[in-house]
C-alpha cells in the first residue's frame, strides 16, 4: 500500500501558517540554526529530511524544515525568512518564480543533474506520443492527473494542452494523491496519465514511460538547485558551504527516496540510517571552516 508522506514526515507547520511563524521568530545569536522550506515532492522529502538530520547530528545544528508550495517558497527566502528553498527546477520549470524573485536569492548550486518532467503512463498502455493523447482522452477519464497547483510542472502542462489543442483536463491533487491514483490505476491495468517526473521513487516500482512531445517541445533536461537568501554568506558561511557541496547521482538519490517509501520508520529514521551507510559521501559535503582566532597581543 502506498504510505502517506504527509503522516511519514510528522508534524509539519502548514505552509501559509509555518512560514509565518518561522519567519517572525528572532534567531538566538549563541545557536546555529538553519530553516529550510521544500516543497512535499519525493524527492525534496527525502534529501531535506537527510540535510536535517545531518546538520543536527554532525553540525550541531537547531533545524527546522517547512513543507510549502512553489511560490511561497521562493517568497519566503527571497523575504528572508528561510534561509533556503532546496527544490528548485530551472531553467525552465520554475522560469517565471526565478525571474521574479532571483534578485534577492543566491544560487546554491545544484544538487541533482539531469531532471526529466513530462507526461507519464504505465508501459501497457499503447500510445507513445501527446499527440496520441488528444485522439484517446477517453479512456484517460478526460483528464491529466496533476500535484499541486502551483507546481512548475503544473503550468508547463497547461501550456502542453494549449499548443498540442488537447480536449483534456488538468487535475490538480498533491505527490502522494497521483501516486496514490497511479496505483490503484495499474492495479486493474486503467489508463491513466500523470504529470511526472524524474529523479521519484515510482520509476523504480513500476513500469512507465514518458510520452513524446512529438510536436511542440516544452520540457526540456533540467537541474534541481538549492537557492539561499541573499545574505546567507555572510552570516550563515557554514550552512551556505554544506548546502553547496550537497550533490547526489541518480543512483544515490534513487535509493534514497526509495527506503523512505518503502520503510514503515519515519522520515527522519530512514536519512539518519542512509546518513550512516553513506559516511564517505555525507563527510564529503561538510565543511571545514576553520573558526576565528583573535590575534595574540604585540609585546
Same mark, same amino acid.
Given at each position: 500500500?502506498?504510505?502517506?508522506?504527509? &503522516?511519514? %514526515?510528522?508534524?509539519?507547520?502548514? =505552509?501559509?501558517?509555518?512560514?509565518?511563524?518561522?519567519?517572525?521568530?528572532?534567531?538566538?545569536?549563541?545557536?546555529k540554526t538553519a530553516d529550510l522550506a521544500y516543497v512535499n515532492w519525493a524527492e525534496g522529502?527525502?534529501?531535506?529530511?537527510?540535510?536535517?538530520?545531518?546538520?543536527?547530528?554532525?553540525?550541531?545544528?537547531?533545524?527546522?524544515?517547512?513543507?510549502?508550495?512553489?511560490?511561497?517558497?521562493?517568497?519566503?527566502?527571497?523575504?528572508?525568512?528561510? +534561509? =533556503?528553498? &532546496?527544490?528548485?527546477?530551472? #531553467?525552465?520549470?520554475?522560469?517565471?518564480?526565478?525571474?521574479?524573485?532571483?534578485?534577492?536569492?543566491?544560487?546554491? @548550486?545544484?544538487?541533482?543533474?539531469?531532471?526529466?518532467?513530462?507526461?507519464?503512463? /504505465?508501459?501497457?498502455?499503447?500510445? +507513445?506520443?501527446?499527440?496520441?493523447?488528444?485522439?484517446?482522452?477517453?479512456?484517460?477519464?478526460?483528464?491529466?492527473? @496533476?500535484?499541486?497547483?502551483? =507546481?512548475?510542472?503544473?503550468?508547463? %502542462?497547461?501550456?502542453?494542452?494549449?499548443?498540442?489543442?488537447?480536449?483534456?483536463?488538468?487535475?490538480?491533487?498533491?505527490? /502522494?494523491?497521483?501516486?496514490?491514483?497511479?496505483?490503484?490505476?495499474?492495479?486493474?491495468?486503467?489508463?491513466?496519465?500523470?504529470?511526472?517526473?524524474?529523479?521519484?521513487?515510482?520509476?523504480?516500482?513500476? +513500469?512507465?514511460?514518458?510520452?513524446?512531445?512529438?510536436?511542440?517541445?516544452?520540457?526540456?533536461?533540467?537541474?534541481?538547485?538549492?537557492? @539561499?537568501?541573499?545574505?546567507?554568506?555572510?552570516?550563515? /558561511?557554514?550552512?551556505?558551504?554544506?548546502?553547496?557541496?550537497?550533490?547526489?547521482?541518480?543512483?544515490?538519490?534513487?535509493?534514497?527516496?526509495?527506503?523512505?517509501?518503502?520503510?514503515?520508520?519515519?522520515?527522519?529514521?530512514?536519512?539518519?540510517?542512509?546518513?550512516?551507510?553513506?559516511?564517505e559521501l555525507i563527510e564529503s559535503w561538510i565543511p571545514e571552516i576553520e573558526p576565528d582566532?583573535? #590575534?595574540?597581543?604585540? &609585546?
Amino acid at each position: 500500500m502506498l504510505k502517506n508522506l504527509f &503522516m511519514k %514526515t510528522g508534524k509539519v507547520l502548514t =505552509a501559509a501558517v509555518g512560514l509565518g511563524i518561522l519567519a517572525g521568530c528572532a534567531p538566538d545569536p549563541d545557536r546555529k540554526t538553519a530553516d529550510l522550506a521544500y516543497v512535499n515532492w519525493a524527492e525534496g522529502i527525502a534529501y531535506t529530511n537527510l540535510a536535517k538530520v545531518i546538520l543536527e547530528d554532525k553540525m550541531g545544528y537547531d533545524v527546522n524544515i517547512t513543507a510549502t508550495e512553489v511560490g511561497m517558497g521562493y517568497t519566503a527566502v527571497a523575504d528572508g525568512g528561510q +534561509d =533556503a528553498f &532546496m527544490e528548485t527546477w530551472l #531553467p525552465v520549470l520554475h522560469a517565471s518564480y526565478y525571474e521574479e524573485y532571483g534578485d534577492r536569492l543566491v544560487d546554491l @548550486g545544484h544538487v541533482y543533474e539531469g531532471t526529466q518532467s513530462g507526461l507519464v503512463v /504505465p508501459a501497457y498502455v499503447d500510445i +507513445d506520443t501527446i499527440s496520441e493523447l488528444g485522439e484517446h482522452a477517453d479512456r484517460f477519464g478526460g483528464r491529466i492527473v @496533476g500535484i499541486d497547483a502551483g =507546481a512548475g510542472v503544473m503550468s508547463t %502542462t497547461e501550456e502542453v494542452i494549449e499548443k498540442y489543442d488537447l480536449d483534456i483536463e488538468l487535475m490538480a491533487s498533491s505527490g /502522494p494523491a497521483m501516486t496514490a491514483e497511479l496505483e490503484a490505476a495499474i492495479q486493474d491495468e486503467e489508463w491513466i496519465v500523470v504529470t511526472g517526473w524524474r529523479p521519484h521513487w515510482k520509476f523504480g516500482r513500476w +513500469d512507465l514511460k514518458f510520452l513524446e512531445q512529438d510536436q511542440e517541445q516544452v520540457w526540456d533536461t533540467e537541474n534541481i538547485h538549492i537557492l @539561499g537568501r541573499e545574505d546567507i554568506w555572510d552570516d550563515k /558561511p557554514e550552512l551556505a558551504e554544506f548546502l553547496s557541496n550537497m550533490y547526489f547521482t541518480d543512483e544515490q538519490l534513487s535509493d534514497l527516496m526509495v527506503q523512505v517509501e518503502e520503510s514503515d520508520l519515519d522520515v527522519e529514521e530512514v536519512a539518519r540510517q542512509w546518513m550512516q551507510d553513506n559516511e564517505e559521501l555525507i563527510e564529503s559535503w561538510i565543511p571545514e571552516i576553520e573558526p576565528d582566532i583573535e #590575534p595574540e597581543p604585540e &609585546m
